[in-house]
């Protein structure tokens, strides 16, 4: 999978098991790197059978929920996956996702730094393991 290439990653990382990596997807107009975070479900965990990237974020999202668990901006969607290596991801260039420089989009944006976004992808990690073990 070419957005995963290892040459593209920015950080990456295993959660008991879980991995996860950001991935530099381009430079926004104000010349700072856009990251995106994705994470490989493991053979066997109950998300890889999702048919819809639309059922896989009901997943995620029902359970984050359940934890009281704050998901912001791109990262409160699931927008890639699951392919078949088991990825899932998230963008940070919706609407309201803002990167340093660039102007704003919507009243209440979510101002994406790389920690924010390597922060929501190890979020989205300890989820998926909560949910291989449910």
């Not at 392919?83 to 009243?107: A, Q």
Request: include cysteine; glycine fraction near 12%.
């Amino acid at each position: 999978m070419p957005s995963m290439d290892r040459k593209r990653r920015h950080s990456s990382g295993i959660h008991e098991g879980v991995e996860w990596c950001t991935v530099v997807t381009h430079t926004t107009r104000a010349g700072v790197r856009a990251l995106n975070g994705y994470v490989r479900l493991p053979d066997g965990h109950p998300w890889r059978d999702c048919r819809t990237t639309a059922e896989t974020h009901e997943r995620l999202v029902d359970l984050a929920s359940d934890r009281s668990r704050l998901l912001v901006g791109g990262a409160t969607e699931v927008t890639y996956g699951p392919d078949d290596g088991g990825w899932i991801g998230f963008d940070t260039l919706g609407v309201c996702d803002h990167w340093g420089g660039d102007k704003e989009r919507c009243p209440l944006p979510v101002h994406w730094t790389e920690e924010l976004v390597e922060a929501q992808v190890r979020l989205w990690a300890e989820i998926a393991t909560e949910a291989a073990g449910a």
